[in-house]
């Protein structure tokens, strides 16, 4: 597993700037699987497929829970009507309506589609948290919260380089 350690991308102004954001500690690469036991998904590929099929960037947060820097996603200022997909395996995930600017330097949603992501308890860095991850390919996306605006009260914490945006038809 020597090779998860390659992933780190943030650097020390990431790490200030994670710092600063109180919730969220650096954790560019997370030791956790990327299935838990008792979990499996309906897209499956070896980690050299996807390796080949994503960015770097997309691999380390998709495949080993890395998070991007903050502020660094052009999704946080996508503001568009339209749907925000898995970019490992193009499932819809999140609808432009349930977007809030939550001011963390992530894209943010209060809810997701229907039967678009799953969760899992994650307490990696001693903290605990949810972890949220493509219900179909198991691809990292971020982690939940129970600060959120209404009506949900959640807030959905995106990577916005674990998903792609198309804008809906005019
Ligand atoms: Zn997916």
């Known amino acids: 597993m020597q090779s998860r350690r390659r992933f780190f991308f943030s650097g020390a102004a ?19 699987e990327n299935a838990a036991p008792g979990e499996s998904f309906d897209i499956t590929r070896t980690d050299a497929q996807w390796r080949e099929s994503l960015t770097p960037a997309q691999y380390a947060v998709l495949r080993h829970e890395g998070t991007e820097r903050p502020y660094s996603s052009p999704l946080n200022d996508e503001h568009r009507a339209g749907v925000f997909a898995c970019a490992g395996c193009r499932l819809d995930l999140f609808a432009s309506r349930t977007k809030f600017d939550s001011h ?3 894209p943010s949603f209060w809810a997701p589609l229907d039967h678009a ?15 949220v991850h493509c219900r179909r390919c198991g691809g990292h996306l971020g982690h939940v919260f129970d600060d959120g605006p209404r009506p949900t009260g959640l807030r959905y914490c995106m990577n916005g380089v674990a998903m792609t945006f198309t804008p809906a038809a005019t």
């Open 104 to 106: 963390t330097g992530w």
């Open 117 to 131: 992501v799953a969760t899992r308890e994650d307490r990696s860095f001693g903290v605990s948290r949810t972890e």
């Open 14 to 32: 990431a790490l200030a700037a994670l710092a600063a954001a109180s919730r969220w500690r650096p954790l560019a690469a997370a030791p956790a």
